[in-house]
């Protein structure tokens, strides 16, 4: 996140500044522990209502490679990963999201994480054994806003199927890339995961200063995590990337072979935000999948932060396609640490939908033109 | 076009016929003249109303190559091409199209062509010298349809730059692909171009029997020119190749970069009709421009004739994203032999938009669904 | 073919002429009949020794879809086909060629080709009932250079696949590109294919005339069929088309997962002689396939006859990259119509081996250029 | 590096291990100081005989973006670098590395840096207004194998310019991706550059525990330099990576329209190292560059490390493409502070070379398998 006052505007109409010091009225305290050391996000634990489906979907029409199963969870992974998985599939009565789990660089690092939240007033839970297969000691909590978060270092390892082209579908997905939590305050959330160690890389505000969603890293690439302005705690999407954009192809051109096309939510197309080519898909329980190729290097610490206007017709898609509402408003429920729904609570905050489509809202292509933007929204 | 009785539904939810007799309560006359042997589509005139613009858009942007120009008129090519163009922009004061031109085997075809079009009372105008640069003795017609058909087989060769990849750009045009005309009624259309020695590939239609569109070739690729149902006689759009997916998307890429992306109308996207990849955009006159990548081959004469329900979803969009409204309803005005619009003599039978989307319509994405499948016009 | 003193060099370095009639010392009579009019190359009969090492190639491999199969013949197809087979396997005791076939446009065409061989004195046999599955009334000819040509007109219909995403491979084969025959006298073999109706689109020729290999067509790429010198009649390869340069490199990676490298015999790369991007692979008996994509439109009679010298060290391999000296020398038998093994003559006008490589041969990378253009030649 | 009796066969036929200490009878002392916190390579400052020349390469052929340039340097960047530059070429007399330079996480990381190098005994030189244009305080020692290196953290930003798709080229560099190293001795090399907080990802070694090679990183890629075995300190390679295949490809189809293709060394082809797909090619002055896709994420520190048999034949060239001569024996030469070259030691080890291809060395496809492996080695 920049300040608006500092930015400098760049030949192609973004935003670059400084990562700056976040402003929220209704701050997380800074704990005086440190935080553990992130390496990056590392899988998600999803809870599907039927677990057969799921399977068809993960596996049968992405490819997912299966590490471990049974009748109750099915442990996932891509293609160049060498722990045990990046995605936990387990049966459960409501679809949501169990945990949000971060690797961390050593063991210690999890006494780091238990001192930080405990510090927060977070409940905390450190299980020795791991709370899902493959996974050593690891630590869940319930983080400041809602979210369940897991750190871990210990994790059996296995083969990296990097090299297997034997394996390998079209559509191939050979990395977890990040995950994107709705959240209603984003400035809170973003000051929240500075404290974390997260950096920020981009983000959308206004002219006003709301901020409508924003990307951090820990691994040097556009995010392991975003925060984007919504009813929250709530999961927007968990992402794998392809090596190439044909990839991403493959899986629609695929999922039409299938007569699952209307699993497609949006895209495919190109983001403005991170420059990657990208992909959204919904699973049988709604949970939305990206599928994503190709942003750029963030790992030096003083990385340009882009700041978009949210008006940017092309911020969310660099060809001005539209983003389509359920795209704003859905998303997935998460669990607190004992596997109940956390109560979802409503964004006060000018939504980026109403900003951006329709009677209330504008957008533009270039800055200094009248014409609305949003393509299909002024022909529907 | 097919009988709808004699239809086999394939496993991917169309359904192929031979290719059968065309019915038509107003048949265009078949002359006892034979028709000329066409080679392929070749090259299209289009008047446009600032040459500087129109040259920005076709050489700037789309990185065609100028085969010759002057005040007045610029002549294009294509990477692959070996004829002086596929492309006439003429300075006009009305945007429109003067020629929908083909090649022909042999300069004798000139002469069946006059014969051809004398029987059938169109006004035929023969040129020794050519009506443009590059190109020697032309028939231009005003076709039964209200089209302006010109045949022509001598031409200047030029090199073709296939080889010169130090002139490509990342969205590398190779070839003119096919024209697409609009006009009211289908079946009177394929039928007058079956007699004039085109095959038809694909249609869609419904199963009262509407015709919506039919596609129909000379070269064995899906098609040198389509008939789709609207107001017309007009031009929908004029179609060019490249070799693979990303050159697509590069284009894309590169409207982004100079925030034209209000001229992408529809795409990019997979074609259930054809199977090719596509994009749409729209010049500065707003002539429609698909740019276009692997159809099938389609040269023996059993080639299998795929039918589409204009209820399928995927029929336009394999994806099943939307087709924008305009898509539908905007299209280009064309000209008469001394340089004046024909008049648009409007659809009477059911339009594709009207059967297919709102409340009106309907679609599905598998064929025993009760679901809609127009996933934007659900949301919108 | 081309007249050398009637070429026009091209700024790519190679040369267009018109096709010219073919000089041959020892030509082939033309008959009177007419030949059958050939729609495109249709598919190849390959005698293996070991039928499921074949068909772990050809179908767990290269992805090729089984239409029909039992203990001794296996018959494939690629993606975009409606016909039974390109490919048939027959397991035998000699791996070789037992039939090079053609699809012809009508019934009456294969009358044509029983007037065509019976005049030119070759055997010829005619089966109503096919030679092979799927195949309906056919003719198998000896013909005057020593190959099993077949043509036929009649095939069982097939579900082309080419919509259904779901069976793609990374490397999927879309289609039946091409053949490629050894012969001793390239001139000879040209001007007889000629007669049968086939046109010349590209060659490699030297100054003194001795020509090296020739591109002949009949659906307008660049070659149905090709001849290159060298002792036959032999079978050089038989090719498949892929949609896109990286379905090639994926079969290159898979061939490497599968710790069979050592069958990439050649590539991949991009030709100079028809600026298709390759790749060539060994099947279990040795017999070659080239595995080929993005060559150019060749329909209009007047396409430019493009002419390669056979010292331009960028004609086979537009990188420059080394022929291997096995793809010249190998090559793989041709049957009689009794199933025997054609005797091989040796071919004595110059080889393009000896012409370009070591000691004997020279090669450049630009023509006014002294420097040796073979580059690995140099080396090792 | 690992230790071989501890490492795991994977089904790809290569092993991994566990970083291992590094046997080195020779070893360079660990120094006592800490060493800086490396972030990335960031740049190489090539002395070069022909600026016009060496700017036609860089810019023209492969199309980076000039920041600043002048009569004696060319600063350049690749196109998703926002530091002043990924290259300096300097006009000098003999060809040659003035300096490998990486950026460090702080300015303090230069303290640290002299602190290091002084107590090894090495010149070290600070500038505080840097060596180059765009560049604050540097420093630049001779390290103990002889190498230029550099290390600053002040820098002068400029745009990124990822999203100006208007300026991409068919075969786009996108960021600078690694430096390659020569030097007699490995091992000695890969413990002093882990003492100066290198991770190594990938190695090649015999079963006798001779090392040919080692890869190495900061950033989460498999290297940001590697240590080759040969004739030393000498320059191997500096790379710049693409987004895709096709793009490296777009680089050979173009060196083949400027008939440069003599500058094409090595590939296009995939890597077994790295897995990245890869080609080498020469500047004028015969400096090698990489251009370099899709290797994978290694961040994690127990990153499993991968070792090569060198008698694989896939180590280097996945598909079992020869790796040429001259890509083993010929590299640049490196220049001590002074701007002379540092004398070149010969290597005593069994060289990579002859311990696979020709007589005295053998390769493998299959491990089990006694047939060679060299494919061309065999037929020339």
């Not at 690891?138 to 390892?157: C, I, Q």
């Not at 990839?247 to 939510?265: H, P, Q, T, V, Y």
Request: net charge negative; aromatic share 10%.
């Amino acid at each position: 996140m920049s300040e608006l006052n500092d930015r400098t505007r760049t030949s192609s109409g973004f935003y670059v500044t400084k990562e700056a010091p976040i402003q929220s009225d209704n701050p997380v305290p800074t704990p005086a522990a440190a935080p553990p050391d992130i390496l990056r996000c590392a899988y998600m634990e999803l809870v599907v209502t039927d677990l057969a489906a799921s399977r068809a979907f993960y596996v049968d029409v992405l490819g997912l490679t299966v590490t471990e199963e049974d009748d109750e969870v099915i442990y996932l992974r891509s293609l160049e990963e060498f722990i045990h998985h990046n995605l936990v599939l387990r049966k459960g009565p409501v679809a949501a999201v169990a945990a949000f789990s971060y690797r961390v660089r050593s063991p210690e690092d999890l006494d780091r994480a238990v001192a930080f939240y405990t510090e927060l007033g977070c409940r905390v839970e450190r299980n020795p054994n791991g709370f899902v297969k493959g996974i050593g000691d690891s630590v869940r909590v319930e983080d400041p806003l809602g979210f369940p978060y897991e750190f871990f270092h210990d994790v059996e390892h296995v083969e990296r199927l990097a090299w297997r082209y034997d394996l390998y579908t079209p559509g191939a997905l050979v990395r977890l890339d990040h995950f994107n939590q709705v959240t209603p305050d984003v400035p809170r959330a973003v000051r929240h995961y500075q404290d974390l160690g997260f950096r920020v890389t981009e983000d959308i505000q206004d002219d006003e200063g709301t901020v409508y969603a924003a990307w951090m890293r820990r691994k040097p690439t556009v995010h392991d995590t975003a925060a984007t302005g919504g009813d929250g705690p709530r999961m927007h999407h968990v992402a794998f990337a392809t090596h190439e954009k044909h990839n991403i192809l493959a899986i629609c051109d695929k999922m039409g072979a299938l007569r699952i096309s209307d699993r497609i939510e949006r895209g495919p197309g190109r983001h403005g935000v991170s420059n990657a080519f990208y992909l959204y898909i919904l699973d049988p329980d709604g949970h939305r999948v990206e599928i994503y190729t190709q942003d750029y290097y963030t790992g030096d610490p003083d990385n340009p932060v882009v700041t978009w206007d949210v008006h940017d017709n092309q911020r969310r898609d660099w060809w001005g396609n539209p983003v389509v509402p359920s795209w704003y408003t859905e998303a997935s429920l998460v669990l607190d640490l004992d596997g109940n729904p956390q109560p979802v609570i409503a964004r006060t905050d000018t939504s980026e939908m109403a900003a951006t489509i329709g009677a209330d809202g504008f957008s533009y292509t270039r800055e200094d033109d009248g014409d609305k933007g949003f393509k299909i929204g002024n022909q529907l």
